[in-house]
């Protein structure tokens, strides 16, 4: 089994910039697909960034596009999310996430391992 602890969220003010981490427990298989979710109040689960564990593979959604920078270290099985220019709009829990299977990277009903998320709220 996966485990995913989640680390770095906050406060921050719009414009700034905020850098969350994961870092993953158990055996991460090379086609494993990794991605970042977010969740606001009232609203249902978003897609945010994926990346695949091996390979230069990765994608966004358009609201994020430009402004958010996933990544990992293999050795140190860890995902990044560099979030820079933040807008309220963001404001969220932000989730990591791993799948094993090869269902589409946007589709939170894809991915079988959640960390318990962290909450970013981004001031005006």
């Known amino acids: 089994q996966v485990q995913l602890v989640e680390s770095g969220g906050g406060l921050v003010q719009a414009g700034g910039s905020l850098r969350l981490s994961c870092v993953a427990s158990?055996?991460?298989?090379?086609?494993?697909?990794m991605a970042w979710f977010r969740q606001a109040p009232g609203k249902e689960r978003e897609f945010v960034a994926h990346?695949?564990?091996?390979?230069?593979?990765?994608s966004y959604a358009d609201s994020v596009k430009g402004r958010f920078t996933i990544s990992r270290d293999n050795a140190k099985k860890m995902v990044y999310l560099q979030m820079n220019s933040l807008k309220p709009e963001d404001t969220a829990v932000y989730y990591c996430?791993?799948?094993?299977?090869?269902?589409?990277?946007?589709?939170?009903?894809?991915?079988?391992?959640w960390g318990q998320g962290t909450q970013v709220t981004v001031s005006s």
């Open positions: 158990g055996r991460i298989l090379s086609w494993y697909k």
């Open positions: 990346i695949t564990w091996s390979g230069p593979t990765s």
């Open positions: 996430a791993v799948g094993r299977g090869s269902g589409g990277w946007d589709s939170p009903s894809n991915y079988e391992y």
